[in-house]
């Protein structure tokens, strides 16, 4: 088996059907889908049991509540793969998704592949041209903190040994965030490819945006720990993290925390000229105070 397909699922059976069609057309077919299920309603159970019991690619696991663990990783100790993927059940994968990021996995013999999405079926031209960029050893650490690579699990292939030691954590929310990092740095090859593979829906996720920033913390310390050297970027990473959040949530007294890592970081982001102009300028807008940033994230959202 060289791929395993994992789709962790939580009560999206309108979508499931429409998601696990577009894994099964695959043009690719040395694979297996995994599809992981918690407090699925009736008619989910029998969709999965039907999916599993007229093709023999899929396995169904009905997650009981005394299986205390993250959906993904249930799904990472059920694959037999080579490679895993992992698709969310309100998605699709374009039929050549797999084929596109095997690949250039063995290629490079890469461990991560990394493709683009799109949303709101808005379809890219998925010819290969100008196509790659490979990344190696710390150059991976070094490009996610200039984010030019993303912390998001989805669209994308890993080579499945990536995974030894690392787990997903039980809490879901920003376990990506939480994760991807540390599988930067044990990769030794990754390649972003610059095709769009992975339809993403665009919904409104109900997340609890300030645990991101704490988050942002614990990289933090794991960055000043094992790459001393791109601190600094890191900061910047946090600083624009932390702007991203205020735009999202609600509550003033929530943003005035969240603007309290924006002062603390942005020496760090105002001179640097990577950053999009955009973005530079609420850092430059975050100088006159909190309320002049507030209202421009306002203004401009």
């Keep these: 088996m060289k791929v395993s397909i994992i789709i962790p699922v939580k009560n999206n059976e309108i979508f499931l059907n429409r998601c696990v069609e577009s894994v ?5 077919n040395d694979y297996e889908v995994i599809i992981v299920v918690e407090n699925g309603t009736e008619n989910m159970i029998k969709l999965c049991n039907f999916y599993e019991k007229n093709n023999k690619k899929i396995t169904f696991i009905n ?48 461990e991560i592949v990394s493709s683009r999405f799109y949303t709101n079926k808005r379809l890219f031209n998925n010819k290969i041209k100008d196509y790659e960029s490979v990344y ?28 030894n030691n690392i787990e997903f954590p039980p809490e879901e929310y920003y376990d990506e965030f939480r994760t991807m990092y540390k599988l930067y740095d044990k990769c030794n090859t990754l390649v972003d490819i610059k095709l769009y593979t992975y339809n993403k829906e665009s919904k409104q ?9 704490d988050y942002c913390v614990e990289m933090l310390g794991f960055i000043e720990e094992k790459y001393p050297e791109l601190i600094n970027y890191c900061k910047v990473k946090i600083c624009c993290e932390a702007i991203y959040l205020m735009s999202k ?45 507030d209202t421009y994230i306002k203004i401009t959202k």
């Design 24 to 28: 099964l057309n695959q043009t690719y």
């Design 63 to 110: 997650k009981v509540n005394k299986m205390r663990n993250n959906l993904k990783n249930i799904g990472l100790e059920k694959s037999k793969g080579e490679y895993v993927t992992f698709v969310n059940p309100n998605d699709t994968i374009d039929k050549e998704f797999l084929k596109y990021h095997m690949y250039f996995a063995e290629t490079h013999n890469a």
């Design 136 to 163: 190696r050893d710390k150059e991976i650490m070094k490009n996610y903190m200039l984010m030019n690579i993303r912390s998001n699990v989805i669209a994308k292939l890993y080579k499945k040994s990536l995974f």
């Design 205 to 213: 996720e109900n997340y609890d945006y300030l645990s991101k920033i």
């Design 249 to 293: 949530v609600e509550d003033r007294n929530d943003r005035k925390y969240l603007f309290e890592y924006v002062k603390l970081f942005r020496k760090y982001a105002i001179n640097d000229r990577r950053l999009p102009r955009k973005v530079r300028s609420q850092v430059m807008k975050s100088l006159l105070g909190f309320n002049m940033l």
